[in-house]
């Protein structure tokens, strides 16, 4: 294993096996979201075994572990790892790849996991300041997770927050941690256009919805081309449409589903706002009733500054300058992690997972797996992050 040296030498060979081997375990076994019942009693134990001064099951099938600090009246600090698996069919062709058909850590949750536990083992063996609590998150891919936790309460008086995924665009050793919008806001959609059924040979009799409907998808392409500016990143996707049920018959309604994306609250409001005007007018026009539901998903993941410098601080402490590398772009992904900064100030780092020779694979592909050396380069630089937190909030 290619570790840089000064990761290296925070991990004996026995918690590096450790760690590897829980990696493969949950990666063997991946559970779907809010189903994580294995992953949490496993990742439960894990924690136990480090005698924390509470260890707890939150939001269903999530594990907060509050890991001692050396001052008990210090702020406290979290770091968020998640855990959950997605609907995909593997196709690695790892020693390890999972056992559950169709199903698949195809988004290195199975590595975040490990770190964070790997964060957990070096605050037990030196800790911070103040009091680490570790968050295993359940159901970040439905985007219920984060706010599930939340409402547990269990992060309650926690004055920061990290957090981080594995990326193979960057190889093992580098880090991105940058402050500003990192990943979109995401909402659902679904727009019902219903209208009057009848014979394909007389439309004339009919309120056609699936002609209203192609109109409708042409429409909803202006919001991005015609709406905003050209410099705004947004993105309007339909990506189900659903009617009719023979060539010759005009169906009496067609239901349609999609996303909106955008890296700041404006750019979201005037998607959600021109959505429905363009579907209520659209629909008029063509004689059709238009129902629009908006189902909000996580806001912009947007980091805060000062957390920004303590992460970077880790990294390049553990790393080197050198491995901190700029964001290659807005992410028009979402990440449920965003919730937690909405409240808690923090920031949510990249961790390079691409091994040596290796291809950057996407995440959620049936081939995407995050390099073993990531597992303590994630860890190592939450911890710190963690305890330059506290340390700098003691003052
Ligand atoms: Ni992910």
Redesign the pocket.
């Known amino acids: 294993m290619n570790l840089p040296p000064r990761v290296a030498a925070l991990f004996s060979p026995e918690m590096r096996e450790r760690l590897t081997a829980l990696r493969r375990e949950l990666h063997r076994h991946p559970e779907l979201s809010s189903q994580e019942e294995e992953t949490a009693q496993r990742l439960y134990e894990e924690l136990a075994a480090l005698e924390p001064a509470a260890l707890d099951r939150v939001a269903g099938t999530g594990v907060v572990a509050r890991i001692r600090g050396r001052d008990p009246g210090a702020p406290v600090v979290a770091i968020r790892g998640?855990i959950d698996a997605l609907p995909i069919q593997e196709g690695t062709g790892l020693p390890f790849a999972s056992e559950r058909p169709g199903i698949m850590h195809a988004?290195?949750?199975d590595v975040h996991a490990a770190w964070t536990v790997g964060a957990a083992h070096l605050l037990s063996k030196a800790p911070g300041t103040g009091d680490v609590c570790i968050v295993l998150q359940p159901a970040?891919?439905t985007g219920r997770g984060a706010l599930a936790v939340l409402a547990s309460g269990a992060l309650d008086g926690v004055s920061v927050i990290f957090g981080a995924?594995v990326d193979r665009r960057y190889p093992v050793g580098q880090v991105v941690a940058d402050a500003g919008p990192l990943a979109a806001a995401a909402d659902t959609f679904e727009i019902e256009l219903v209208g009057s059924g009848g014979h394909g040979a007389r439309p004339h009799e009919c309120i056609d919805p699936i002609v209203g409907a192609g109109a409708l998808i042409g429409a909803v392409q202006t919001i991005t081309s015609r709406r905003l500016g050209p410099a705004r990143a947004a993105v309007v996707t339909i990506g189900t449409v659903h009617g009719g049920t023979a060539a010759n018959i005009i169906p009496d309604r067609v239901k349609l589903a999609g996303t909106l994306r955008a890296l700041d609250p404006e750019t979201r409001q005037v998607l959600q706002r021109e959505l429905r005007r363009i579907a209520e007018s659209t629909a008029a026009a063509y004689r059709l009733k238009a129902t629009l539901t908006i189902e909000p998903g996580p806001p912009p993941l947007v980091n805060a500054p000062e957390a920004v410098q303590w992460a970077r601080g880790a990294a390049a402490a553990l790393l080197g300058g050198g491995s901190l590398v700029p964001f290659a772009g807005p992410n028009m992904a979402s990440?449920d992690y965003a919730f937690y900064l909405e409240k808690i100030r923090g920031c949510f780092l990249r961790i390079g997972a691409r091994e040596e020779g290796g291809e950057p694979i996407p995440?959620h592909s049936p081939r995407f797996y995050a390099a073993e050396e990531s597992i303590f380069v994630g860890a190592a630089v939450l911890a710190e992050a963690a305890r330059i937190a506290s340390q700098e909030l003691r003052g």
Do not use: L, P, V
């Open positions: 998640d988004c290195g949750h970040e891919e995924h990440e995440a």
